[in-house]
Nanobody, 124 residues
């Protein structure tokens, strides 16, 4: 059974940084794309960033470009999301996700496994 556990969320002032982690278990994720989505209150879940199964290709939604970096440590089955220059608009629950099919990269990755989410709150 695939399990994704996020950590690293919290309360931070605008302009600050956070690093989210996603520990994956239940299978070997080295051949699977992984990503981060977020959902703010009253809004739909939206794409934040994705990293290909090789770890060489990364994709970012426009709001985070230049401020967000996704990376993965295959040996630890862990994906990270480094967020800098945070804004109040970044406040949301951040979800880690993993593709269900191997050897695919965003946008063709079929993200089917999800974590419970970690809250990020940015104060002004």
């Amino acid at each position: 059974q695939v399990q994704l556990v996020e950590s690293g969320g919290g309360l931070v002032q605008a302009g600050g940084s956070l690093r989210l982690s996603c520990a994956a278990s239940g299978r070997t994720f080295s051949n699977y794309a992984m990503g981060w989505f977020r959902q703010a209150p009253g809004k739909e879940r939206e794409f934040v960033a994705a990293i290909g199964w090789r770890g060489e290709s990364t994709h970012y939604a426009d709001p985070g470009k230049g401020r967000v970096t996704i990376s993965r440590d295959k040996a630890k089955n862990t994906v990270y999301l480094q967020m800098n220059s945070l804004k109040p608009a970044d406040t949301a629950v951040y979800y880690c996700t993993a593709a269900s099919s191997p050897f695919r990269s965003y946008p063709r990755a079929d993200f089917g496994s999800w974590g419970q989410g970690t809250q990020v709150t940015v104060s002004s």
